[in-house]
């Protein structure tokens, strides 16, 4: 009992001085890196509501981000609930094994923790410690769930503390719909740097999240300091010959990549895009505006309308609306809505992805502006203009499948060419990132990540709406998209 008394004497006191080092060394066993010291701190402190947590491979974050957990249920006074969440339950258990070992190892843990009945004999201690929910005096409570797949159901409602292990592997629909929804108190979100084009991402590019990014350099500094932090050097080199760039880059540098090798429109050219400020108007007039629109077809795709205007030879994406799927009639009444309110009834064209449902709302507005607007079927040949330059090609020369993978391509030359202005729209830029390209028997085929279960409606919007029905650049006339 004194031993115990003694230990909260210290606790207070060490406490009071935030010093994490020590708190961890005496009371969970454990001694952690000055990085592992920055991220137990914000935890245990609860000084942010969000943060965004990445480092590299087998430094120990999530036995960091375990030990903050920890020590927060040591020092709040009040009753809390803490959830951890992951795409499938063995990566929350890696979560819970650190706070079980914490648990063994820390006497005041030990007396917090609630057992059934009886002596709290090791063997006793060792299987309620191995539970998915633990249950603590004074209403504390620690509990792992799992995010797999597209879950219908995903527990943790009403947790103070939400912490997600390898957030950029949770599907993005099932975090938008279920897990972010369940963030009723303090969100902490864990992941390597997989992808720009994910939640992880966004949430790591948001003002409201505090993000703490340990760098591979910073790993190794601490390492040649204390060999029990930071990561191992001579398994780094190791790594770094077996894996490929991107896996490095974001496994052990702990940085987001830029791109994949296969990638159509690069990362960097889409924030120079957005960065980009367009041609100013008072020395460069408007020369043409052209709408796109991608009609939803099924499931929880997104009828999509954009709004292009050229000055100078550079395209400027103004406005970008979109809703969900809706019958022929009221997609056009929508369209023609948002065009009268923009430009009126001239000096504009419209192209509409005609293929499936989009065939019904192209004949409707194709009756109300007959002269304006123009049917792009996807899977027609390349362009009259796409064919004569073919014909110059030597034979071992891409060419396209279809005029829809040229008109890829050609916003692909836009952004490549500095040629384009974009909104800083979180869906648009995650389908421009999502574009993939390969070569096939000497045709280019363009694809998307995950185009299955998620249609790339907003480029394919931007797409139409940037293959124009007359424009000229470098001199030569760029056939409509729109025509065989």
Request: net charge negative; glycine share 4%.
């Amino acid at each position: 009992m004194n031993q115990l008394k003694t230990a909260a004497e210290h606790l207070q006191r060490l406490r009071h001085e935030r010093d994490v080092r020590a708190l961890c060394q005496h009371l969970l066993g454990f001694d952690p890196s000055p990085r592992q010291q920055e991220i137990i701190e914000a935890i245990a402190y609860e000084d942010h509501d969000r943060l965004a947590i990445t480092a590299p491979t087998r430094y120990g974050k999530t036995l960091a981000v375990a030990a903050g957990l920890c020590l927060l249920i040591l020092l709040n006074d009040e009753p809390i609930g803490i959830g951890v969440i992951s795409a499938t339950k063995g990566q929350a258990k890696k979560m819970r094994d650190y706070v079980a070992e914490f648990v063994v190892a820390c006497p005041l843990l030990e007396e917090l923790l609630e057992l059934d009945v009886g002596q709290k004999d090791v063997e006793r201690l060792t299987k309620e410690v191995s539970r998915e929910k633990l249950t603590f005096q004074d209403g504390k409570t620690f509990e792992i769930h799992s995010a797999h797949g597209k879950a219908n159901r995903v527990m943790g409602e009403g947790e103070e503390v939400l912490v997600i292990e390898e957030c950029a592997l949770i599907d993005d629909d099932t975090y938008r719909e279920k897990v972010r929804r369940m963030a009723e108190g303090a969100l902490y979100e864990i992941s390597n740097p997989w992808s720009k084009h994910s939640e992880f991402f966004n949430s790591w590019q948001s003002d409201r999240y505090h993000n703490i990014q340990v760098l591979l350099e910073d790993a190794l500094k601490e390492y040649e300091t204390n060999e029990d932090w930071g990561v191992d050097p001579d398994l780094v080199e190791e790594q770094r010959e077996r894996l490929d760039e991107i896996t490095f880059t974001v496994q052990y540098e702990s940085r987001f990549p830029d791109d994949v090798e296969d990638t159509l429109v690069k990362w960097s050219w889409i924030v120079d895009a957005v960065e980009a400020s367009p041609p100013d108007p008072d020395d460069h007039p408007v020369d043409q505006v052209q709408y796109g629109m991608d009609v939803a077809n099924e499931g929880t795709d997104s009828t999509v309308l954009i709004r292009v205007e050229w000055r100078n030879s550079v395209a400027t994406v103004t406005h970008v609306w979109s809703w969900q799927r809706a019958d022929t009639q009221e997609n056009a009444d929508r369209a023609e809505k948002r065009i009268r309110e923009t430009d009126g009834l001239e000096d504009w064209d419209l192209g509409v992805d005609a293929v499936g449902e989009g065939k019904g709302t192209y004949d409707e507005m194709a009756d109300r502006f007959p002269d304006q607007v123009h049917d792009f079927k996807g899977s027609r040949k390349p362009s009259k203009k796409e064919r004569r330059e073919r014909e110059s090609l030597d034979a071992d020369e891409y060419r396209f499948k279809s005029i829809k993978h040229e008109a890829h391509w050609h916003t692909r030359d836009l952004f490549e060419d500095g040629a384009i202005r974009i909104p800083d729209h979180a869906d648009l830029r995650q389908d421009c990132s999502r574009s993939r390209y390969e070569i096939k028997r000497g045709k280019v085929h363009v694809h998307f990540e995950d185009e299955d279960n998620d249609s790339p409606d907003h480029f394919d919007a931007l797409t139409i709406s940037l293959f124009p029905t007359d424009r000229f650049a470098s001199g030569i006339q760029v056939e409509p998209a729109w025509t065989a």
